[in-house]
């Protein structure tokens, strides 16, 4: 249990056991991580105590590194607070001198927020604080009957399912997990039959099976084939809802599931770092493992020794999160700042919900495996030794047919990189953490929102036209020799930028070929214009983590960092500065860039190619 003594301070105070200096780009290497539940009560409790005291002193004037939370737009704000205060007062003792300065807390920001906008996700944690508090016994005293009977009405699932026929008003899909678990919470408060939840579960399911086809991972849209990390997530956000509101799951969730745990076990690692592609990854991107390990822990899905790993990389997740993520300057997660950022969505507006949604991540995720035998328990010493028997690749296949979309997955010494070929639909397409070129957590990564030709082709023809090879992917094939991964497509359509959908121009196609290697990555281009096109300008960018390249003419060798040199072929590169506007992602600032580019008239096709080498 969380003691109500690591639940109190001062946000402005640097916590227990904290580095002052900011971590490397890549934070620490857990070789003897702490138990996960150690980390949580000493460290990530105390900084959300901090948070939520200096929200009951100040109230609506409460601001946040700058920001005032209650004036900035954040939809969810009043039930993430909610989830925060509940968490607190949950597992503060009722003896202790801190529990009525809490119980007081939860009454007073409830009454606060109970206007507040409060829309989907923010209804489902208000719900399920509600019922933390109801499953505890203390829902009558943390509400006062006014605001309940208000409270009621206004978490509904209804504000965004039409009740007649069970459809979304203006939402994308994945929201019939979110109406499911409010009405099954509103079930167990008391406040409707089952029949509601009952019928959004199978509006659920029907939608994952709908849109994950075959293997099993469901698409971002309606089939136009976008698979990021929430495709993998969620069927463990659903799973969690399960194991939340008492609900046996059906067979094939766990089949789902084990799907998603079998993309990530290859991925795992000693810093906990999670997944380095797509939107809303950083903090996020490591919870999302957390997420799906522990719910496949709980239901069972994992073989023993698999749930050893799990935890242990639970564990690292966990003291990942309180080393590199929370500021001891600010007493803050730091999402946005010292070269950090995150997409618009998640953007520090969003400040305070930020600290507790991924806090409230950790805390029902560190719950579960205490129930599982698991609190305060060493890690697995094997860990990394474990580490060392995981494939050196991986393919997993999200979708075939007119396009295919799939993950690689390779594994070279202390790096996991992935090759994501999984770019479709719209509003995300030209963006370059969806762009299908090698990523790898603190060492090679786009940008978020950002859209500059991040290692790979921009094509501007003659009439004006922005060409790049990034959504139709044809005829993929991955094969693997000895520590050698071959990969090879084709694009007979190149995409064309300016829109928020993907736009198949025929004029020019691509045939692409990687080579993933030991401490080396090579990508080769054969850019194929139809007769008569003309290609005005090739423009390519290398953004990278490594400082101080010396340049030659095809070279740019890095005095530090882990890409020791890069190469190319086809281009002129130039080393230029990089613009902190531009030039950032979720762990830290790029450090070097090179901009490359050439002239290109005539109209044949002609031949690209870069390498990397690692140090």
């Known amino acids: 249990m969380i003691r109500a003594a690591l639940i109190t301070g001062v946000a402005s105070l640097a916590l227990p056991g904290c580095a002052v200096a900011q971590p490397s780009i890549r934070g620490e290497v857990y070789s003897d991580p702490p138990p996960m539940n150690r980390t949580v009560e000493t460290r990530i409790s ?76 923010g209804l489902y944690y208000y719900a399920s604080a509600l019922n933390d508090l109801k499953s505890a016994g203390l829902l009558e005293e943390a509400v006062d009957p006014e605001t309940l009977t208000r409270l009621r009405t206004a978490l509904d699932w209804r504000r965004f399912v039409r009740e007649d026929d069970l459809t979304l008003i203006d939402l994308p899909n994945n929201y019939y997990g ?189 719950a579960i495996w205490s129930r599982l035998g698991f609190e305060d328990q060493k890690p697995d010493p094997g860990f990394d030794t474990w ?89 993929a094939e991955v094969t693997t020799e000895g520590t050698r991964t071959v990969v090879t497509y084709r694009q007979s359509a190149a995409d064309r930028m300016g829109g928020a959908s993907p736009v198949a121009d025929d004029r020019v196609g691509f045939e692409t070929r990687y080579v993933l290697e030991p401490g080396r990555i090579t990508r080769t281009d054969k850019v194929i214009p139809k007769p008569g096109v003309r290609i005005a300008r090739t423009e390519m960018t290398f953004a990278s983590f490594s400082s101080a390249p010396t340049l030659s003419e095809t070279t740019a060798e890095y005095a530090e960092g882990e890409v020791a040199r890069f190469t190319w072929q086809g281009l002129r590169c130039r080393a230029v500065a990089p613009d902190p506007a531009i030039h950032f992602t979720p762990v830290g600032a790029h450090r070097s860039v090179l901009d490359c580019g050439a002239e290109t008239p005539g109209s044949g096709a002609f031949t690209l190619e870069w390498r990397m080498e690692f140090r």
């Open 46 to 121: 105390p900084q959300v105590g901090a948070l939520l005291t200096d929200l009951q002193a100040q109230g609506r004037a409460y601001r946040l590194e700058g920001v005032d939370v209650f004036s900035a737009n954040d939809r969810f704000l009043p039930g993430k607070i909610a989830a925060g205060m509940a968490h607190a007062l949950v597992q503060t003792p009722r003896d202790s001198a801190e529990f009525p300065a809490r119980l007081e807390g939860f009454r007073r920001l409830a009454l606060l927020t109970r206007d507040d906008v409060n829309e989907t996700w």
């Open 178 to 366: 979110v109406a499911f678990s409010i009405a099954r919470l509103r079930y167990l408060l008391g406040w409707e039959d089952a029949s509601a939840s009952e019928a959004l579960l199978a509006r659920t399911l029907d939608h994952f099976r709908q849109y994950s086809g075959e293997y099993g991972f469901a698409d971002e849209t309606d089939g136009q084939g976008r698979f990021d990390r929430y495709s993998v997530l969620l069927i463990g956000e659903i799973a969690q809802r399960f194991i939340e509101t008492g609900i046996e799951p059906p067979p094939e969730v766990r089949t789902w599931l084990r799907k998603s745990v079998d993309l990530m076990l290859p991925r795992l690692n000693p810093r906990g770092e999670g997944f380095e592609y797509g939107r809303s990854i950083g903090a996020y991107g490591e919870t999302a493992f957390l997420e799906v390990l522990t719910a496949a822990a709980s239901l069972d899905v994992l073989t023993p020794e698999e749930t050893r790993m799990a935890y242990a990389f639970s564990s690292r997740v966990a003291a990942r999160y309180a080393d590199f993520w929370i500021d001891p300057r600010t007493g803050s997660v730091n999402l946005w700042d010292d070269g950090r950022g995150t997409d618009a969505y998640r953007g520090k507006h969003r400040i305070l919900g930020e600290n507790l949604s991924l806090a409230r991540q950790i805390f029902y995720t560190n």
């Open 387 to 475: 580490l060392d028997t995981l494939p050196r690749s991986t393919t997993t296949w999200f979708s075939r047919g007119r396009y295919d979309r799939l993950l690689v997955t390779y594994r070279d010494e202390g790096r996991v990189i992935g090759l994501p070929l999984v770019n479709g639909g719209a509003g995300q397409h030209m963006n370059t953490p969806y762009f299908p070129i090698p990523f790898s957590p603190g060492v090679l990564a786009g940008s978020p929102d950002q859209t500059y030709p991040q290692l790979l082709p921009r094509l501007t023809l003659d009439d004006g036209a922005v060409l790049m090879p990034l959504a139709f992917f044809e005829n």
